[in-house]
């Protein structure tokens, strides 16, 4: 699967909002973390240039502030999409044929796992459990449930956005 790139649109009110943040919080021990999380809320995800400008102003190595941010899912690389689309791949769904549904949505949107399309329009990302067992296979798409799905009808529920 080819890796989509959204091109980074940082504002400088961003980067200020986070330098000032990175100010208060950089002399405090154990506080690299609390910044990284911060810096993720003002951008939505943690792209190689948010990380560099973590790593400017704290002193801390740009190895280290990746490695943090592949290490915990909280932190994303990628930026989500407009239409976030979360595919159930717990037990219930799986057996029903939540992989086949994925694909199909990897296939019509040409991204993969934790991507998002280069119009920013769709993410697309897996997940355990829904809480829909009784509708499997289930997606979401932000906050909207498609259950008792197959395959063939993904371009349709697709296009609605």
């Known amino acids: 699967m080819k890796k989509t790139s959204v091109p980074f649109r940082g504002t400088r009110a961003q980067e200020e909002e986070l330098l000032k943040i990175i100010k208060e919080l950089k002399d405090q021990p154990g506080s690299l ?9 003002i951008y939505g995800y943690l792209p190689i240039e948010v990380q560099t400008i973590i790593s400017d102003a704290t002193g801390e ?33 799986y057996v029903k044929g939540a992989q086949q549904v994925y694909d199909k949505i990897s296939e019509v949107l040409g991204i993969g796992e934790g991507e998002c399309t280069s119009d920013g329009k769709f993410s697309l990302d897996s997940c355990r459990c829904v809480g829909a067992c009784g509708l499997a296979p289930v997606i979401m798409i932000n906050d909207d449930v498609y259950g008792r799905l197959t395959p063939d009808q993904i371009p349709g529920i697709l296009e609605k956005y």
Do not use: H, N
């Not at 973390?33 to 809320?41: E, F, N, S, V, Y």
């Open 61 to 93: 190595p740009l190895e280290k502030i990746y490695g943090i941010a592949t290490f915990y899912a909280q932190f994303a690389l990628a930026p989500k999409g407009q239409y976030r689309i979360s595919v159930c791949l717990g037990t219930a769904c």
């Open 33 to 41: 973390l609390p910044i990284m999380q911060k810096a993720q809320d």
